[in-house]
């Protein structure tokens, strides 16, 4: 199995910045991706920006600009800096990471999630 453990959310005023942070854990083989989601109250869940093994990122039009993730290869860990934070932004952060346990078994987990609340 694998686990992916969340932080840094929180509460921030507009214009303002947080970092989220997801560790990975377990009988990781190989990580293929590694991706931040987020699910507004009576909203879909919706991709914010995902890091690639093969070195591409991507990310939700409306964090283009302001959101940036980044990965640190030798704790299997991602980060989200987030700036000029917006009250729709709102939102509870999931982290997902998918890849394979060994050559054959592949996985997708996700994290528990972190309440972002950006608000005056």
């Known amino acids: 199995q694998v686990q992916l453990v969340e932080s840094g959310g929180g509460l921030v005023q507009p214009g303002g910045s947080l970092r989220l942070s997801c560790a990975a854990s377990g009988s990781i083989y190989r990580l293929a991706t590694m991706g931040w989601y987020r699910q507004a109250p009576g909203k879909g869940r919706e991709l914010v920006a995902v890091?690639?093994?093969?070195?591409?990122?991507d990310y939700a039009d409306s964090v283009k600009g302001r959101f940036t993730i980044s990965r640190d290869n030798t704790k299997n860990t991602v980060y989200l800096q987030m700036n000029s934070l917006k009250p729709d932004d709102t939102a509870v952060y999931l982290c997902n990471a998918a890849g394979k346990t060994d050559w054959i078994t592949g996985f997708n987990s996700w994290g528990q999630g972190t309440q972002v609340t950006v608000s005056s």
């Open positions: 890091w690639r093994s093969a070195g591409s990122t």
